[in-house]
């Protein structure tokens, strides 16, 4: 099957976005059936957001195990929260 250049309309920004041909193959490939709800930049943007909300500098992370060290029950609970990767 054949797939075409296709234009979206990026529901963060309103910008329209190429959705190519190449993509829409990957995407197929994955078995993702829906078409991406966001242009490039906002997708970047959304995964830089995301990164920047685990712990970040050294000293949290230092408090974080003191913490732990006192209660173990604490720790898994840190962990399943996804503040302890
Ligand atoms: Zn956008």
Do not use: H, W
């Not at 309309?9 to 190519?20: P, S």
């Not at 957001?49 to 840190?78: D, E, K, N, Y």
């Amino acid at each position: 099957m054949a797939f075409e250049d296709k234009t979206l309309v990026c529901k963060e920004c309103g910008k329209e976005f190429t959705f190519t041909a190449g993509e829409q193959e990957f995407y197929a490939e994955k078995g993702f059936e829906n078409e991406p709800a966001r242009c490039r930049d906002c997708r970047d943007k959304r995964r830089a957001q995301t990164a920047a909300r685990r712990p970040r500098c050294p000293s949290s992370r230092r408090m974080t195990v003191r913490f732990i060290a006192v209660t173990a029950s604490t720790s898994i609970a840190l962990r399943r929260k996804g503040i302890f990767a």
